[in-house]
């Protein structure tokens, strides 16, 4: 499997590319008032709004810095309702593609996030996996997607 590699912080992530759109540069964003600390902002996709996470303050660390290759992912977030939404993340250290097998990828062993996948180890260390399908917990899905709420 192909998968987008960021960091948080030291660590290694990667996105599964089948749920990547497209990875755009740092954009300025439009500031949500009262929005949770993870919500970096609102970003003008086309004329549509799409909300952007920071996968740092998400994760709970400090806000994703602006390096030259800090990236906003766009990827398709799958709600349990069964629709897809635009979601933007903000990923810092972007470092490209890489081939991920599926026989080299085991259960961490650990269930700090419930968004934080399988990892797999190479050369540079570990990579692991981020579910973006769970990386939103149910609060902060029914303030950023009101008409899936309202309708469910």
């Known amino acids: 499997?192909?998968?987008l590699v960021f960091h948080i912080g030291a660590d290694r992530y990667g996105l599964p590319l089948r749920q990547v759109r497209r990875v755009l540069?740092?954009?300025e964003l439009?500031?949500?008032p009262l929005a949770p600390?993870?919500?970096a902002g609102l970003l003008?996709?086309?004329g549509d709004p799409m909300p952007v996470i920071d996968?740092?303050?998400i994760s709970g660390g400090a806000?994703?810095?602006q390096h030259f290759d800090t990236r906003i992912v766009v990827a398709d977030y799958a709600a349990p309702d069964g629709t897809t939404h635009a979601l933007g993340l903000m990923a810092e250290r972007v470092q490209g593609v890489q081939e991920v097998s599926a026989q080299d990828l085991a259960p961490s062993g650990v269930q700090a996030a419930p968004f934080l996948g399988q990892v797999a180890g190479d050369a540079k260390g570990m990579v692991q996996l981020v579910e973006v399908n769970d990386l939103l917990p149910a609060e902060?899905?029914?303030r950023l997607f009101p008409a899936e709420a309202a309708a469910g």
């Open 44 to 46: 003008n996709l086309h």
């Open 30 to 32: 439009k500031g949500i």
């Open 55 to 57: 996968l740092s303050r």
């Open 37 to 39: 600390d993870s919500v």
């Open 140 to 142: 902060l899905r029914a």
């Open 63 to 65: 806000p994703s810095r």
């Open 1 to 3: 499997m192909k998968v």
């Open 25 to 27: 540069p740092l954009l």
